[in-house]
């Protein structure tokens, strides 16, 4: 090789490392959690001291629990408002509403009270913008608001509303569709997997998910050994497909019954976890869940008797909000027929003696295990084919402590850091599960935002607004702490040096004088 030819090859191969590198460090956000769902944006320097002073803007917004998106200079996000379902572009330099498009009015699908209409996050690509909505379907816009295509899609059956949000890979739009009137012996499979071409909207394929009822996770594509996975977490196990044709893989079970976060892709492992009812332990304190029943004891006996089991009592699931609260419990059916049957089956587990009374002492040694235990699972890619079951084979480590019901799990540098209602933080080696540090943020009550990673620095939002930033690491090193002065239940956005917050009624951009190095 002659000495010219050397150096166009160094030439050559330093370019590509480069590109490379500023791939890898992609600091777009048009997905739910940033680049393919991660939550970590590499090339972005917002502040992270988080004050007032660093406000660059703030402006009321419609509410909705859909999480900001970032393409270029727009910032997009969908709402309900006066009963219609919109979508909304801002300019993110000075928070100035760019436009507004109402979806065609629909009837507005049944949802939890702790949920929205307007949940799915919307996903963008250099020149539309996609929209889902459970109550309509797809809507596809340019970055200007034209509308392009649209596509009705039945309503999805399910607990709580939808929540799933589409994502992009190459020229299709994929969408998880599962549903609770999928049952089980029927030869029917209502829940689904679609992919839409995104520039007409036109069906690419389907595959049915005859196994799974309603679950509000959103998937990732897997990159590993020259070989692309779509992964979907759904109610009881984790699937891989083939993004470019649907066909189903493989898969890990062992899930909860309800899974909410998203896969979370490291250097070796997928990693994947559910923890339903707020139980993040695999043997919770049930001393909690006692003191919170009490709330129903009307005659404040310190036991519970089968007639204080009216329309109003809920079982407890999250003893750390108020039993006001629609995330509280399990309330008994409002039907007053069926409450009548729910003493009998409720008290059974529990009320050995079958005198008709809950004691503490009843309760607590007779509640009986979580029929699904929460799990943490880390998963070696099956790069030699294998197809099929590989929960006894693939998985590396799993833990069954510490785990969020809705905030995902996010990853840097070989560590995995969680948050979970009570605000505890917990930072786990990535490659062994060992947990690093369980620690307190000093922001209490529950979490619902998934975390983001910039800077070297996670950014934690608590439902009662208040936003913590961490410095990421083995030691624990909280940086700053600030009150949104509002409540907050979703993910931020990221740009170069900004960190978007939206919060129940207000959208609020904290701003960085510094660049990325």
Request: aromatic share 8%; hydrophobic share 35%.
């Amino acid at each position: 090789m002659s000495p010219r030819t050397i150096v166009i090859t160094a030439i050559l191969s330093t370019f590509l490392s480069l590109l490379l590198t500023t791939v890898a460090a992609d600091p777009s956000w048009t997905r739910f959690r940033g680049p393919n769902g991660s939550g970590v944006a590499l090339n972005s320097a917002p502040p992270t001291q988080i004050t007032t002073n660093n406000l660059a803007w703030k402006i009321s917004i419609p509410p909705g629990h859909s999480s900001p998106i970032v393409s270029g200079n727009k910032l997009f996000l969908t709402a309900f408002e006066t009963n219609r379902l919109v979508t909304l572009a801002f300019d993110t330099r000075a928070g100035r509403l760019l436009w507004r498009r109402a979806a065609p009015e629909v009837p507005i699908e049944p949802i939890h009270d702790f949920n929205s209409p307007a949940t799915p996050t919307p996903v963008a690509d250099a020149e539309r913008l996609y929209v889902y909505f459970g109550s309509y379907g797809l809507i596809c816009y340019d970055l200007d608001g034209r509308e392009l295509w649209t596509k009705p899609i039945p309503t999805p059956k399910n607990l709580y509303g939808s929540a799933s949000s589409p994502i992009l890979h190459r020229d299709l739009l994929i969408l998880v569709l599962d549903d609770d009137a999928n049952l089980p012996d029927s030869k029917l499979s209502r829940s689904r997997l679609v992919a839409f071409h995104k520039n007409s909207g036109e069906l690419a394929w389907e595959t049915p998910r005859p196994l799974h009822r309603s679950g509000w996770s959103t998937p990732v594509i897997w990159p590993h050994n020259n070989i692309k996975d779509l992964l979907v977490l759904g109610s009881g196990r984790l699937t891989a497909y083939d993004p470019a044709t649907g066909a189903e893989k493989w898969f890990v079970t062992g899930f909860a019954r309800e899974t909410t976060v998203v896969p979370v892709i490291g250097r070796d492992h997928i990693y994947a976890s559910s923890a339903m009812g707020g139980i993040a332990e695999e043997n919770p304190d049930l001393e909690p869940l006692w003191k919170a029943m009490l709330y129903f004891d009307a005659n404040h006996d310190q036991k519970i008797a089968t007639n204080e089991i009216t329309e109003h009592f809920t079982f407890p699931l999250r003893p750390e909000v108020p039993p006001t609260h629609p995330g509280f419990g399990v309330p008994v059916p409002s039907d007053p027929h069926r409450r009548a049957e729910r003493p009998r089956t409720l008290f059974n587990n529990i009320d050995k003696n079958r005198d008709g009374i809950w004691t503490r002492e009843e309760f607590v040694a007779n509640l009986g295990p979580r029929p699904f235990k929460p799990w943490l699972a880390a998963i070696r890619p099956p790069d030699d084919g294998t197809t099929g079951d590989i929960t006894d084979t693939h998985i590396a480590w799993e833990l069954r402590r510490s785990i969020p019901e809705l905030p995902s799990p996010i990853e840097h540098q070989d560590r995995l850091y969680l948050v979970r209602n009570g605000g505890i933080l917990t930072c786990i080696n990535a490659a062994t599960g060992q947990i690093i540090y369980d620690e307190r943020l000093n922001a209490p009550g529950q979490y619902s935002a998934s975390p983001v990673i910039a800077r070297d620095h996670l950014y934690l939002i608590s439902n009662n607004g208040l936003l913590t930033v961490v410095k990421t690491g083995d030691t624990f090193q909280p940086i700053s702490q600030h009150d949104l002065t509002d409540r907050a239940f979703v993910s931020p956005a990221l740009d170069q040096n900004t960190i978007f917050v939206r919060t129940k009624s207000t959208l609020q951009a904290f701003r960085s004088q510094s660049s990325p190095k």
